[in-house]
């Protein structure tokens, strides 16, 4: 599918302003979308919404594909609905001084937003609205909610060390821990629903101002999921203790020398084609309830998979597997009709990859971060563009376009500056906004600019780092005044300057 030409800024809630340590789907949110709209942005780009586990990364510890991330629901439009006492709710003070260089405390968050959230749930009652969401999402609800409330019952171990008869879905056993519990899965529910309503009006609101969402479906789902829990079929587990037999990852690669070992474990694609992929088709219609567009994750694994046996400690010792290739998207196709999809395609990318992205013209990405490290034939520079293609100064896995100048090379430095017509590195003055300013102007369909740019932040900003495991997806910004009339005005000029 081809897209219009347009432009959108990429920013996941969670680094949003907000009372309580971390962005939310409240004010701020609609703050944000006002920007993007009077900037004449007609994309917002976010990460995936699920619940986060571990590290809290959106792409590999996520306890379901369905579900969203109760942490992002807003306790003030709670408390309009009379479920919370606003005078009662107290601020989490951000502990950072630079409103620009904060990040999310976590271990501070959660516990202060469930004891808010649980008084929202204990004067809660079912609404026929609150019926009917919960009778139309049972397909993947209620697994989900169960999943929940076992796993906060076993002290939050993974499912495979529950008593053997709860792993393996003994329908008694199941029936039993669903009485048991019942209290816990409707509290469950309850976020869910919250959390799916707020997000709906949030969405409705920016497509009311013409700006589509782009959502993002990571590949790979956590091994401790209700995703693999109630479906282990569709994954290549150990028979005997459900580990996953296989892990993911890509091999050595442009972010790490020892290649990315993820830990999710990988698709039994032959089963899965066995039901015509329909695990995959649900979750795709899911995704399509609920934003525009669907950037796909690690693309290139849906024709060939890097697959490391268990027990690996980095991502060399791997191979390559074909995965389902074009016929998966087909069906898809059948299913959901025209494909709204951009393909991340980063990485080593084959020509079979290619052919496969461009057999269903879904745009690929280009990265500005990554043009200038070699000759003029480097295809991540603009005068190699299509039109149907996604530039980025750089996505959520690079540092700010700031921050990777700082460190640079100095050759790579000079061949920036006399692409933008400059004698010399020193030249250039404000190497974020250059780098907008090639985005824009480009000739690709889709130009996506992280926030972090927009506001000209360094290295400090940065959203994850694919190389550490730990202290990621944390960084935030805490007052929207950073958004301010100056940025907008620098934004809408070259937007409309360049037909976005």
């Known amino acids: 599918m081809t897209f219009q030409r347009a432009s959108g800024v990429l920013l996941h809630p969670t680094c949003l302003p907000g009372q309580f340590g971390i962005g939310d789907l409240g004010q701020s949110a609609y703050e944000f979308v006002d920007f993007l709209a009077k900037s004449g942005q007609k994309l917002w780009q976010i990460l995936p919404l699920g619940p986060t586990g571990y590290e809290h990364s ?31 709710l107290e601020p989490l003070p ?5 409103p620009a260089y904060s990040r999310v405390q976590f271990d501070q968050v959660i516990p202060h937003k469930f004891k808010y ?3 929202a749930f204990d004067r809660f009652q ?11 999402q049972a397909w993947w609800l209620d697994d989900f909610v169960l999943f929940m409330a076992l796993l906060e019952a076993h002290d939050y171990k993974p499912w495979n060390q529950w008593e053997t008869a709860i792993a393996r879905r003994d329908p008694l056993a199941l029936k039993e821990q669903t009485e048991k519990l019942q209290d816990s899965i409707n509290f469950q529910k309850f976020l869910q629903f919250k959390f799916f309503s707020q997000w709906a009006k949030l969405r409705a609101y920016a497509n009311g101002k013409e700006i589509l969402i782009v959502g993002d479906v990571s590949i790979y789902v956590c091994h401790n999921s209700a995703d693999v829990w109630a479906s282990p079929e569709n994954f290549k587990l150990d028979p005997e203790t459900y580990d996953p037999a296989f892990m993911a990852g890509v091999p050595p690669d442009y972010f790490s020398a020892t290649g990315q070992l993820w830990g999710n474990p990988v698709y039994d694609w032959d089963k899965l084609e066995q039901t015509n992929f329909l695990w995959w ?9 609920y934003v525009d567009i669907v950037r796909v994750d690690h693309f290139r694994g849906f024709e060939a998979y890097w697959q490391v046996p268990a027990g690996e400690t980095t991502a060399m010792n791997g191979e390559w597997l074909k995965g389902p290739d074009a016929k998966f998207f087909e069906v898809l196709e059948a299913s959901v009709g025209s494909l709204p999809v951009m ?15 461009d057999r269903f013209q879904f745009p690929g990405m280009k990265i500005l971060q990554f043009a200038f490290g070699n000759g003029s034939e480097n295809a991540y520079q603009p005068h190699h563009y299509v039109r149907n293609c996604v530039v980025y100064p750089g996505t959520h896995d ?8 700082t ?15 400059y004698h010399s590195a020193d030249e250039v003055q404000e190497i974020s906004w250059e780098f907008i300013h090639l985005a824009l102007a480009s000739v690709a369909d889709l130009a996506v600019i992280p926030l972090q740019d927009l506001l000209s932040l360094d290295g400090r900003a940065r959203m994850n780092d694919p190389s550490i495991n730990e202290g990621q997806w944390r960084w935030r910004f805490t007052r929207s005044e950073l958004l301010s009339q100056d940025v907008s005005d620098r934004l809408l000029h070259l937007t409309k300057l360049y037909s976005r």
């Open 58 to 88: 959106p792409y590999i510890m996520n306890f379901s594909t369905f579900a969203g991330n109760p942490l992002l629901i807003s306790l003030e439009q709670l408390a309009a609905e009379g479920l919370l006492d606003a005078a009662a």
């Open 94 to 98: 951000d502990s950072d001084s630079d």
């Open 117 to 119: 959230l649980q008084q």
């Open 126 to 136: 079912p609404t026929p609205d609150y019926e009917k969401f919960c009778q139309d």
């Open 281 to 289: 088709i649900n979750r795709f219609k899911a995704t399509l309830l």
């Open 343 to 357: 393909a991340e395609d980063l990485g080593i990318i084959t020509p079979e990859v290619e052919a496969l992205r």
């Open 398 to 405: 690079n540092d700010t376009a700031l921050g990777w100048w």
């Open 407 to 421: 460190i640079a090379a100095d050759a790579e430095k000079q061949h920036v500056a006399q692409y933008l017509g």
